[in-house]
Structure formats: C-alpha cells, structure tokens
C-alpha cells in the first residue's frame, strides 16, 4: 500500500490517472494528514480529480474544508457537486445546511439526492421543510433518498 506522503506527492503529478487515483487513494487510507494536500487538489482543473478529492475529505473527516466544499456546489461538473454534497454529509457540516438546501434546485437528480441524503445525516431541523418538499421531485431516486432523509431527522 502506498504511503501517505507518496500519494500526495501524486496529486501534482501531471498525469490525470495518477491525481485521480491517488486523490481517492488518500480518502480510502484515512488519514487526516492528507487534508490540506486535498483541499488543493479541489483546485484541479480535471472534475474527476476534484470529484475525488471532495469525497476523500469527507472520509478523512477534514472539517477544514467545509467552506471549499460549500463553494464546489456550484461547480460545473454535477459529478463534483455530488461529491462535494456527500462530504458535506459525511462531515455532518451543520454550517452547510443552506447551500445543500440550495442544491436540492440543482438540474442533476444526483445531485439533489446526495444533497437531501446530506441533511438527514447532519439532522438540523431547520432542514425538515425542505426534504418534505423533495418527497415530491420528479426524480424517484431523490425522493426515496428524501423518504430515508425524514426518517433520520425525526429519529
């Protein structure tokens, strides 16, 4: 297995694959050293780098970058925005509940439903009026993710 400071060596590397891998890499191995290392890489000119790279710091548990993340909801890559939705859950960032209630309007169905399953993690009740109304979206899979979102805000 590779050492934590090989793959963050890795993130600058000029391979696509090699940032990639290693940004997910980090994530799987855990360990909070890599976070500031992370937060650059949300930075990456490729959605995919930055894709993983949000996920990763919501698996480390880096709070620090809960304002980066915040700001990746309006990326342009909605592979980037779930990410950086599911982070935010994983972190359970109380401070981000208005920008995922904000991203249950997002045109991505994957997106609104990592958003509506991010505030039933973090639980705050001001959340509650907006996961009843995404028991009403078009997509099926926001809704379902909203049914399972009430049930962990009520309990």
């Not at 297995?1 to 793959?7: A, E, G, Q, R």
């Not at 698996?59 to 935010?88: E, F, P």
């Not at 379902?144 to 309990?155: V, Y």
Request: hydrophobic content about 45%; aromatic content about 2%.
């Amino acid at each position: 297995m590779s050492d934590v400071h090989d793959l963050i060596s890795q993130l600058s590397s000029n391979s696509l694959i090699q940032r990639k891998k290693a940004a997910a890499a980090l994530g799987e191995l855990g360990d909070p050293k890599a976070g500031m290392a992370l937060l650059k890489a949300l930075k990456d000119k490729n959605p995919h780098v930055r894709s993983d790279a949000a996920f990763s710091l919501g698996q480390i548990g880096y709070s620090g970058s809960i304002g980066s993340l915040i700001g990746l909801l309006n990326d342009t890559d909605k592979y980037v925005r779930k990410s950086a939705a599911k982070a935010l859950g994983m972190l359970k960032a109380d401070e981000a509940v208005g920008a995922l209630i904000e991203a249950l309007g997002d045109e991505a169905d994957i997106v609104r439903k990592s958003a509506v399953r991010s505030l039933g993690l973090i639980k705050n009740k001001k959340a509650v009026p907006a996961v009843q109304k995404a028991l009403a979206d078009t997509s099926g899979v926001v809704r379902i993710a909203a049914q399972n979102a009430f049930k962990m805000l009520n309990s």
